[in-house]
C-alpha cells in the first residue's frame, strides 16, 4: 500500500466527469487500499479517486468516532437514486486545505454501489447526517463538481478560499439550488439557536 499524491483545487482533473469502473480487480482493489489509507493519513473523512489522479467512479470515507474503531466504506460506480430534504453544511475538502464553508445539501439521500468485493448494495443516509453529507460531498467529486459549487454565499467562501491561498470560486460553476436555500432559511429561521451555535463553532475555529 502507498500514499498517493492529493490534488489541490485548479487542477483540471478535479473537473472531468469520471468514469465508470468495469471490474473491480486486483489493480482497482489496490487503489482503493491505497486511497483508505491516503485518506486516514490525511485525517480526512471522505475520499473520492479523482483526487489522487483517477478519473474513475470511486470513493471512501470513514465517518465513524476517528477515537473509536475505524469504520472504513467503499462506493464503486455508485448512484444517488433518492434525495430529500435541504440542510446547511459547513464543509471542507482534503483538496483544499484548510478552507471550510456553509454549503447547500440535501437531508436524505439513497445509494446504490458496488462494494469492495464488486457486490452491489444499497445505503440509506438520513436526518442530514455526516454520512449523508459526506456521500453527497463525493459523489460530487465524481462528476466534477465541488462544494464550492454549493456555497450559501459567495463572498464568504472567497474569504475562506483567500485566507488559505487557495484561488476564489468559479462563479460558472454554482448549482443552482434556490429550493435547497428556501428550505433551509426556513428552518433556520425556526431554529435560530442552532445558527448561532454554528456561528459560534466556526469562530472558535478561527474559520
Ligand atoms: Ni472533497
Known amino acids: ?24 480487480s486486483k489493480k482497482i482493489k489496490n487503489l482503493i487500499a491505497d486511497m483508505l489509507e491516503t485518506m486516514y493519513q490525511a485525517q480526512g473523512v471522505g475520499l473520492a479517486a479523482p483526487q489522487v489522479g483517477y478519473s474513475l467512479r470511486i ?23 433518492k434525495k430529500s430534504g ?10 483544499f486545505p484548510k478552507a471550510y464553508t456553509n454549503v447547500r445539501r440535501y437531508k436524505n439521500v ?12 444499497v445505503k440509506e443516509a438520513l436526518d442530514g447526517s455526516l454520512l449523508s453529507r459526506c456521500i453527497q460531498h463525493e459523489f460530487d467529486h ?12 459567495r463572498f464568504d ?27 433551509i432559511v426556513e428552518y433556520e429561521k425556526a431554529h435560530p439557536e442552532e445558527v448561532e451555535e454554528l456561528r459560534k463553532t466556526i469562530e472558535e475555529q478561527g474559520g
Open 157 to 183: 467562501a472567497n474569504n475562506a478560499l483567500a485566507k488559505y491561498n487557495l484561488p476564489s470560486i468559479e462563479e460558472e460553476r454554482l448549482i443552482e439550488e434556490d429550493f435547497l436555500e428556501k428550505e
Open 59 to 81: 470513493f471512501v470515507l470513514d465517518v465513524s468516532d476517528p477515537e473509536g474503531p475505524i469504520d472504513p466504506m467503499v462506493f464503486v460506480n455508485p448512484k444517488i437514486v
Open 1 to 24: 500500500m502507498s500514499i498517493l499524491k492529493i490534488i489541490e483545487y485548479k487542477n483540471p482533473i478535479l473537473r472531468e466527469k469520471s468514469k465508470e469502473v468495469s471490474k473491480v
Open 142 to 153: 465524481l462528476e466534477g463538481n465541488l462544494f464550492i459549487d454549493h456555497c450559501r454565499n
Open 110 to 121: 439513497l445509494v446504490k454501489a458496488l462494494d469492495i468485493n464488486g457486490r452491489p448494495f
Open 86 to 95: 435541504a440542510i446547511n453544511s459547513y464543509e471542507g475538502c482534503l483538496s
